[in-house]
């Protein structure tokens, strides 16, 4: 596509985008109409530099939605229109993206695929319902390597309907930082890193912090939010000795609560995209302590420190009823198409990422043996196109010796089988994919649009592992 053809491109979907702002047309809303008919909630967003102490001293030249703290929880009411302006005050281009969460096409922000991105000083009005209660995140869809890297990152909460009566609610929003001692920033990719397992950080913070002290009443059920946000970190979560079960992942709730992994043995991976619930029986004494920890090579790492408070409620893990289903449809397999997607190495000679969005300087990555040529790619077709209702077996092959989160935009599916490992039909959005393994996945194609299809290991993403699906209408 020419320069021309591109702007004119662009130009078409800017007056589209302007037209649609009054509201979204009832058709595209259709598969998931907001359940009650309440007033939007708004909400302004401002995109900006943050300071902010993470390794101790102050480090400059994060990426927040204020000056000095890191970007807040979002709580939203499930079925509830909601409006987010986001303003960008930074230098570069930005979008937001509402990971996990089933938005129509126009508010998922992906640059140019579904947005024009939001320039310096622009201001984007974001306006969605979501279908599903649970954990979700937000973060940036447009010169990602550098404002995740630089800790643009956050916590999206769609409340259930009814409080499910935990004790405590704890967002932990994990993410490694490239600093040094003196809080000075490290290279934040590396070609070494994004030929193989992505590069992962110096250090793993929660919530900006080094092993926070997060505290909730003794002997209380505190409900743990993980979410893995960082651009390269597998977590392998484990919280020693403690008791408590996973109640959710992805998003999702479990059909009935799941053992709580208490050792390095049985940690629970959780990879650049996913999340997990989990409720915590806090320890009964004043003052005692639970861990959360990440195993790591050598010791592992702290993510955060539990703290009893006060007198010992005496609650007990049989009391943690298993949180409401969403409303996720299942996928009919008998009348399943089948889709196949390779994920692998470019292929030899492949030109580098052209750079719309932040560029790394190279390609090493592709799908169906096509590398995305950036994070923009006007002009570039759909890896596979469907038909709104259609029921959709994907089998994701991985050929490569790294291990691939692979997210899909827009649509939920869920593990059927692996030449691996026993998987759960398990609604999800990102699936972390083995190496050399074969994972079949189902989904309903039920929510119309061009759905981003990528590699969350973000400079996976961003040297070629990406493309989109669409969805016809
Ligand atoms: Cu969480 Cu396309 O991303
Ligand atoms: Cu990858």
Redo the contacts with the bound molecule.
Sequence with gaps: MTETQLSSNLMTRRRALALGAGGLSAAAITPFAASQAAAPLTRALTIQGARYPVRGPVTDGLFSLSPDAPPPVLRLRRGVEHVFDVTNATADYTTV?W?GLRVPNAMDG?PYLTQVPIAAGETFRYRFASPDAGTFWY?P?CMTMEQMAKGLTGLLVVEEDRDPGFDADLPLVLKDFRLNDDGTWQDLWTRRGAARGGTTGAISATNWDLAPVMEAPAGGLARLRLAATDISRIYRIYLPDARGVVVALDGHPLPAPAPLPTKPETALALSP?QRADIVVVMPPGEGQMQEVLTRAPGTPRTLARLAARGANRGRRTAEIAPLPANPVPMPDLSRARLEEFVFGWSPDGTAPNNGWCGTLGYTFWSINRTPWPGDAAPGVGPLATWKLGDHVVLRLRNESPNDHPI?L?GLLFRPLRSNKRPVRPHPTDTALLLREETLDVALIADNPGDW?F?C?IIEHQKTGLAGFIRVES
Aim: hydrophobic share 20%.
């Design positions: 993206h990971h992906v973060h869809h995209g997210h935009h981003a990528h969350h």
